[in-house]
């Protein structure tokens, strides 16, 4: 089993910056590919990006390209998301995921933390 915890979550306004971070602990976290997901309201939850496990391969959706930046500590069993200029439609509650797979997590990652409420004035 894994256990994921978001933190670093709030308030800040559009054209800032939020650094969210995941902390897991429980099955060997180096070897798994994590992710960070976002629900808006009133919207489904969707894909904002990954890294791997092996090379640290990313992957971004193209609304948040050149903007977050997801990395990753195996030391501190952590991962990151910096957000950069930020935009009121990036309020969302932000997940952290994990899976094995890379393939499988974008549509059914195994691990799920609770999320993080980010929110951005206008």
């Known amino acids: 089993q894994v256990q994921l915890v978001e933190s670093g979550g709030g308030l800040v306004q559009a054209g800032g910056s939020l650094r969210v971070s995941c902390a897991a602990s429980g099955r060997t976290f180096s070897r798994l590919t994590v992710g960070w997901f976002r629900q808006a309201p009133g919207k489904e939850r969707e894909f904002v990006a990954a890294i791997t496990w092996t090379d640290h391969t990313t992957y971004y959706a193209d609304s948040v390209k050149g903007r977050f930046t997801i990395s990753r500590d195996n030391a501190k069993n952590t991962v990151y998301l910096q957000m950069n200029s930020l935009k009121f439609e990036d309020t969302a509650v932000y997940y952290c995921?994990?899976?094995?797979?890379?393939?499988?997590?974008?549509?059914?990652?195994?691990?799920w933390g609770l999320g993080t409420q980010v929110t951005v004035s206008s």
């Open positions: 995921a994990a899976d094995p797979l890379v393939t499988r997590l974008r549509q059914s990652p195994a691990y």
